[in-house]
């Protein structure tokens, strides 16, 4: 039986560009999101199971809009 493979939703690569152009390790940058490391672990593994309001404080520090996060193909 084949896997079907899940579409990422959230643009990850957004923001490892971020925190590698920054400098900024996991915890710095959930400092700066004032997130926890679980949801940025759930966010980065496109889990979906987290509060809507953490993309928009990511918005908010990466200094984009809210629908940039999202994979729009």
């Not at 690569?13 to 915890?27: A, E, R, V, W």
């Not at 928009?56 to 629908?67: A, E, M, P």
Request: aromatic share 16%.
């Amino acid at each position: 039986m084949k896997k079907i493979k899940k579409k990422k939703a959230i643009n990850t690569q957004l923001i490892l560009d971020f925190m590698k152009k920054n400098n900024l390790s996991k915890t710095k940058f959930c400092k700066f999101c004032k997130i926890s490391k679980k949801s940025f672990n759930k966010i980065m593994l496109n889990d979906m199971d987290f509060c809507p309001y953490y993309l928009y404080n990511i918005s908010l520090v990466l200094d984009v809009y809210l629908y940039d996060l999202f994979n729009n193909k």
